[in-house]
């Protein structure tokens, strides 16, 4: 079959690189605590706290996700022992929103639940934060745009600029109403204002990582609803003396001066053992949790998108590796070689684009990805990353692509 895999600018050319092995260096995620599962029965509880105590009195809400906004399905109050009441009759994913003024301040905490799993026995409330961003459109600021967070809808002022304030704190799915259509984008609490521009002129896309505000583990994905984790492994596994510059904890990983692309880029180094067969290192993350301890969705539906897309630069050659769950066992799938260069470079991968450069690649196993992998498997590599997103999917639509077989 004649080759397609379109790595932008890279010429196009089917190559097998059958002596990199099968990476499994991804770290699993549990759930906090045990809850109870829609298939056992109907109801369950969840405890919030705050301050070590009951957050008894306050207000619980339920949402839904739909394609362009989040609708309210459900509001109570929570019980004097911090509980809420949660049916989970209904198989399908919400998001439990818990808050309550507290001497003065007002606390909240929002939690995406999956009913066809165990629910997590308790969740703490925190102090609500600011979230400032901006709308553009073709690089200028969008006047007088209303962007809707939960209930709330502000609109953006004369250079496209909006703030909220008290909303709970993490990455929340914001909705801009366009001429013709809503668009829907992921905005994190207590971020710069850069990591918050919303540009309703681009494609629809879900952010996977854009490091603005790095957590040293969790994707911007993870973040909001799968557990989805960064990892970096290296041969030294199975016995190989490949090497990496770090791990997530030390601060080389994140890089803001003029090497950065834009604010933070993410930056990690390996040398690889070429005397070693199957030699490699790996940078990637997990969509999901692991394949067989998953408190939450495992794998993800990925057939959706239109491509992957992601920012690199630096030296040697990379290859980017998708994992996916089979019939018989886990496997991987290698894209063309990637050369890096010195200048930030967009590079593009279509979904059928894979299929039509891998002979043994089904028409499925787009369906069940479990993690996406920067492999490096010779000579030494210098990664940097940024900007990491699937294009052609709406944000709104992640938390109903999750599954687990």
């Not at 509001?75 to 198989?91: E, L, W, Y």
């Not at 490091?211 to 041969?235: A, V, Y």
């Not at 491509?307 to 066992?329: P, R, S």
């Not at 028409?363 to 069940?368: F, G, I, P, Q, V």
């Amino acid at each position: 079959m004649k080759s397609k895999l379109i790595f932008s600018p890279l010429v196009l050319g089917l190559f097998l690189f059958a002596s990199i092995p099968i990476v499994g260096c991804s770290e699993s995620k549990t759930a906090n605590g045990t809850g109870s599962n829609a298939g056992e029965t109907e109801l369950a509880t969840i405890q919030v706290a705050y301050d070590n105590k009951p957050l008894s009195g306050g207000v619980a809400r339920l949402w839904i996700m739909t394609n362009d906004s989040l609708e309210l399905e459900k509001q109570d109050s929570i019980g004097a022992d911090g509980s809420v009441a949660i049916d989970t009759k209904d198989s399908s994913v919400h998001m439990l929103e818990a808050s309550k003024l507290v001497d003065g301040e007002n606390v909240s905490v929002m939690q995406w639940l999956d009913y066809k799993k165990a629910l997590p026995e308790s969740v703490v409330a925190s102090k609500t934060e600011e979230l400032k961003g901006r709308i553009i459109s073709d690089g200028k600021g969008v006047a007088n745009a209303d962007i809707r967070i939960l209930d709330v809808t502000v609109t953006t002022d004369d250079d496209g600029y909006f703030t909220f304030k008290g909303l709970p704190s993490g990455v929340h799915y914001g909705f801009v109403r366009t001429s013709d259509s809503t668009k829907s984008f992921q905005l994190q609490t207590g971020a710069e204002v850069k990591a918050n521009t919303a540009d309703i002129s681009d494609v629809n896309f879900t952010l996977v990582e854009n490091f603005e505000k790095w957590n040293r583990r969790q994707t911007i994905l993870g973040k909001t609803f799968g557990n989805g984790s960064w990892f970096i492994c290296t041969d030294q596994l199975e016995g190989g003396n490949s090497t990496s510059s770090g791990d997530l904890g030390t601060k080389s990983i994140i890089v803001s001066d003029s090497s950065a692309y834009d604010g933070n880029s993410f930056h990690v180094s390996f040398k690889i053992d070429e005397e070693f067969e199957g030699a490699y290192g790996t940078a990637g993350f997990n969509l999901g949790d692991d394949y067989n301890n998953h408190s939450s969705f495992a794998l993800f539906d990925l057939s959706v998108i239109d491509a992957f897309t992601f920012y690199a630069k630096g030296e040697g050659t990379i290859y980017l590796q998708l994992t996916v769950f089979g019939d018989l066992q886990n496997k991987r799938f290698l894209s063309v070689p990637i050369e890096l260069t010195e200048s930030w470079t967009k590079y593009s991968v279509t979904a059928d684009d894979f299929r039509n450069n891998n002979e043994d690649f089904l028409e499925k196993d787009l369906h069940a990805v479990n993690s996406v992998n920067f492999v490096a498997a010779r000579g030494e590599v210098d990664l940097y990353l940024d900007n990491i997103r699937f294009e052609g999917i709406s944000p709104a639509v992640w938390p109903n692509l999750g599954f687990n077989y």
